[in-house]
């Protein structure tokens, strides 16, 4: 079965732009968990949703948002685009609420000039 | 919240060599403790997990241990082969509210020299 998909794979914009990057999850999966991961910094969690609502945030400012669609497929948007938002943004999906593991995408590498 | 130490953050080992990966947690309650591994230019996978209720997993070269009464659980793997230099993801897992939480580590780099 397919993969968690996230689109674009790359991504160059300027400071100030906004972005919006999609995640399509695995069938059937209605968790959809968004992380940034920059060279040394790990995983930095921003948010997660399930059916369609946001269940946890992370410590990022309000310029990082998301949503979920009623078929699960979620949305991440960053506005007024800085530098230090350079990195790979993972999208990683699991069934339901219950204790189990992530499937991620291969991300997104957006680039800020 | 949740708080997860990972350590070492680099670790070269000689191919042969077993490698061990340990990470702390904070919270009694969580209880769900998978580990990733992320391949240089590729997203995480999940290796192995583990729950609460089990001391030890294994499968194949890999193995985790997790103490309950020290908070802490470990990831082992035996005859390193080059193939598992990647980059290693602790996590731990609570439930909150009917939703299972998430905390990673901040990873761990693995060498495996030939």
């Known amino acids: 079965k397919a993969g968690v998909t996230q689109t674009p794979r790359y991504l160059i914009k300027t400071r100030g732009q906004q972005v919006t990057l999609s995640c399509s999850p695995i069938?059937?999966?209605?968790?959809v968990s968004w992380y940034q991961q920059t060279p040394g910094q790990g995983l930095q969690f921003l948010f997660e949703?399930?059916?369609?609502?946001?269940?946890n945030k992370g410590n990022f400012p309000g310029r990082f948002s998301g949503r979920q669609f009623s078929n699960s497929r979620s949305e991440m948007n960053v506005s007024t685009l800085e530098l230090g938002d350079s990195a790979l943004y993972l999208c990683a999906s699991r069934k339901g609420q219950e204790a189990n593991g992530y499937t991620f995408g291969s991300g997104t590498r957006l680039t800020v000039v | 919240g949740e708080n997860v130490e990972q350590h070492p953050s680099t670790l070269s080992v000689q191919e042969g060599d077993s490698a061990v990966i340990k990470c702390t947690y904070s919270d009694s309650a969580s209880n769900y403790f998978p580990w990733y591994k992320q391949e240089l230019g590729k997203r995480p996978q999940l290796i192995i997990d583990i729950r609460s209720n089990v001391g030890e997993k294994k499968d194949q070269r890999i193995a985790v241990t997790l103490n309950k009464t020290a908070k802490h659980f470990s990831l082992h793997i035996t005859e390193t082969q080059p193939e598992d230099s990647a980059v290693y993801f602790c996590?731990?897992?609570?439930?909150?509210?009917?939703?299972?939480?998430?905390?990673f580590g901040t990873g761990t780099k693995l060498q495996v020299i030939p």
């Open positions: 069938s059937g999966h209605r968790s």
């Open positions: 996590a731990a897992s609570k439930n909150s509210g009917g939703y299972q939480k998430v905390t």
């Open positions: 949703y399930f059916s369609e609502t946001q269940r």
